[in-house]
Every structure is written in structure tokens, then in C-alpha cells.
């Protein structure tokens, strides 16, 4: 009986073959394949990403702006802005003048959110950012009330007297029932009966939003510009390029526009903000990302007469 016997045979060609790491060239091909589709899942999730942040901030800017309204629906007025650079001050909380009481005489008439005040989700801890709702970006939401003036000496609560020289007039916007009192006469139950006078809140001094800030001038959307509502108060973001600094125009995260620095002037007497479609760098206005909503006067006053709180 043969028997055979196996031998195993290996090559030292096929060992070599096996033991053989990467060369260079290999993990260098591997890494640039890597990089390519980590940047090509970037640039697909880039817009989708600046998209959600856009989303966020309108819903934030939409909960600020109803807040604002349920404000005024429990104090007959329009709560006052945050002053610029907010802090921890008291200005945070939306305060008036303390030395013209009863007028309704704001610290400031344009700054931001009073959180506070609103009883909103504050973010943001020390320095600028406190007491702040910011937007997706992490600047805080602004906040404009229009600077209407009441000179009348009908129907304002005493001891407020706004009649007068210019040093006695009143902010009824923001003063404690003012739209009511200058601007709302209720029925008297007869004899003789009167009806209730109704007199619409006056155009001056409300809030002119333009569509470019080409040739606007601090009271009208003049020269090209037209003007695409009045409002009586305005919420809105400066974007993703936008700043948080009060005091002076540039943005912190990217280069601003003019027309979104026009929307940054800090002037008593300039009414004029301009809106339109996102844009990016180039154009006469240069690039823009501010988010706004606007409420005219007929969607408060109507909202407080549905609410009962007028006339």
C-alpha cells in the first residue's frame, strides 16, 4: 500500500504579497475620495442648514411680534424697546422715562426685544446678550416702535396733561391706555345719546418700510424708493451677517449692505426701513439677509377691538 505524502508549498512572492502595506500614493487616492464626498455632503447640507436657521428665526421673530401683541391686548399700549446694548440694566426690561412719567416717553424707541418684559425664553448670559431672544444666529431680535405724538387736550387720563407746547406732548403708543384715550371717544348713553368717535392713528411718525434705500430720506421712502407699508411697531433679524452693537454699523459674521445698514441708523427722526428679497453680494444695495415683520395700525387697533380692549 503506497502512501503519499503532502508537502505545503508556499511561495515567497504570495507571503510578500499579503504582508504588503499602502503605499502613499494609495492612502494619499484614499483621502482625496474622502475628502470629495465629505465636501460634497457639506455643500448639500449647507443651504439646507441656513435654510433651518432662516426658518427658526421667522418663528422666533413671529412668537416676539404676537407677544408684543398680547402685550398691548393686557395694557392698553405697545411695550418699549430694550435699549442698546441691552445688558442687565433695567432699559432691558422695556422701560419708560422715568423723569416724563405717564406720557409713555420711551427710553429708546428702537432697540431690542424686551424679553423680560414679554415674559419670552431669554438667551445668552453676560455682556449684550442678556436678558435677549436672539435668532438662529445669535444675535438678538430688534425691536421698533413708532414715535407718534399726541398733542390733544380731549380725552387723555389726568394728571397726564399732552396738550400744549411740545414739552407736555405724549407717546400714545406706549403710553398706558393712549391709544384708547387720544384716539377714541366711547359712546354716551343718551339723553342725549353720542356715538363713539373713532379717530385712526395718524400716519406721521409711524414706521415707512422701503424696498431700497436708495435716495430715502429719514422721514419717507423718497427718490427710487417706494414704500411697501406703515407700521406702528416692527420685529426683525439681522441675518446671518448681521450685529449686535447698537452704536454703530458692520456686521460681525460677514459684510453688510446698504441697505441693510440703513436699517441700522439709530436716529430719533429716521422712520425708514428698508425689506426685500435675500440678496447675496453685488447690486445696488449691496448683499441682504434681514428677516421683518411689520403689524400696520389697523392690525393692532383691530386686534384690540376684537379683544375688547378698545374702544
Known sequence: MKTYTCHASFSRTAVGAHQRGFSLIEIALV??????????????????????????????????????????????????PAAPPAGVAAANRGTSDPANPGRGLCVTFEGFVPARTLGLGE??????????????????????????????????????????????????LTQANG?????????????????????????????????????????????????LAQAVFIVWSTGRNGSDNGAAVGGTTGTRGADEDANLVLLANDVTYVSHERRDVGGAGGAFDDIFLWTPAITLTGSMIRAGVLP
Open 31 to 80: 483621502l482625496v475620495i474622502v475628502g470629495l464626498a465629505l465636501g460634497g455632503i457639506a455643500a448639500a447640507l449647507g443651504p439646507q442648514l441656513e435654510n433651518k436657521k432662516i426658518s427658526d428665526t421667522q418663528n422666533r421673530i413671529k412668537e416676539a411680534s404676537d407677544a408684543i401683541m398680547a402685550f398691548a391686548m393686557v395694557n392698553g399700549r405697545l411695550p418699549c
Open 179 to 227: 391709544i384708547r384715550n387720544a384716539y377714541y371717544t366711547p359712546a354716551v348713553v343718551g339723553p342725549p345719546a353720542v356715538a363713539a368717535v373713532v379717530t385712526p392713528i395718524p400716519a406721521a411718525g409711524q414706521l415707512q418700510i422701503c424696498n431700497t434705500s436708495l435716495g430715502i430720506a429719514p422721514a419717507a421712502c423718497s427718490g427710487p424708493a417706494t414704500t
Open 123 to 172: 438667551q445668552g448670559v453676560g455682556g449684550a446678550s442678556e436678558g435677549l431672544i436672539q435668532d438662529a444666529w445669535g444675535f438678538g431680535l430688534r425691536y421698533r416702535v413708532a414715535r407718534v405724538v399726541y398733542t390733544g387736550a380731549g380725552n387723555q387720563p389726568a394728571p397726564v396733561d399732552c396738550s400744549g407746547p411740545p414739552a407736555n406732548s405724549c407717546f400714545p
